[in-house]
């Protein structure tokens, strides 16, 4: 699975949108978003709650045992393309 932050990239991606836009539809700095796109700080769940909401995505938070053969951290977050009704 993809990191966090090259789903978000490749779904802006995806709709047309430069990280100006982005940054317009969601009221976080471009700036900021670069840096999120290249994975430099955590992400608050607030913030990327306005992001996936602006793609109009859900987030989906799966966990996994630390113990998988495949290297995993035990953690992977997803941005899934959804509904914005159900929020």
Known sequence: MKNL?????NR???LGW?????????????PQLSKFENSLPPF???TLERIAEAMGCDI???LIPQEEEDGSTGRTFAV?????GSR
């Open 12 to 14: 802006r991606i995806s």
């Open 18 to 30: 430069s990280q100006k836009k982005l940054s317009e539809e969601t009221g976080i700095s471009q």
């Open 5 to 9: 932050s090259e789903q978000i990239k």
């Open 44 to 46: 608050r769940m607030s």
């Open 80 to 84: 899934a393309e959804g509904s914005q």
């Open 60 to 62: 989906q938070i799966t």
